[in-house]
């Protein structure tokens, strides 16, 4: 095992990768185990990498996603108050 990969199987550092250097990674792991000539060593050590960096992407797009539910429902709960705000800034008493 390289120096490189060893530094890219610790798991602390995982943690800093942004989600295109996770994909970039998994991709390359993937290529690596579907090209053959491996021992079953590296063979298993890619895969579990690949695994790790799987669910790392997975953990990324969730929190990206949530990140956007939740910036979608601040946003449609913002919008359900502007026609009120409207309304009251207009001072005409009128109702709906």
């Known amino acids: 095992m390289t120096n490189t990969e060893k530094n890219s199987d610790d798991g602390g550092a995982s943690r800093s990768r942004t989600f295109e250097t ?3 990674e998994l991709e ?13 060593d590296e063979a298993t050590r890619l895969f579990e990498k690949g695994m790790r960096l799987a ?23 913002q ?10 800034d207009r001072g005409d008493g009128s109702a709906d």
Request: glycine share 4%.
């Open 22 to 24: 996770s994909l970039q």
């Open 28 to 40: 390359a792991s993937v290529r690596r185990l579907e090209e053959g000539n491996l021992t079953l």
């Open 55 to 77: 669910s790392r992407c997975n953990e990324l797009l969730s929190a990206a996603e949530l990140k956007v539910s939740r910036l979608k429902s601040g946003f449609s709960d």
């Open 79 to 88: 919008m359900s108050l502007v026609p009120e705000d409207l309304q009251a």
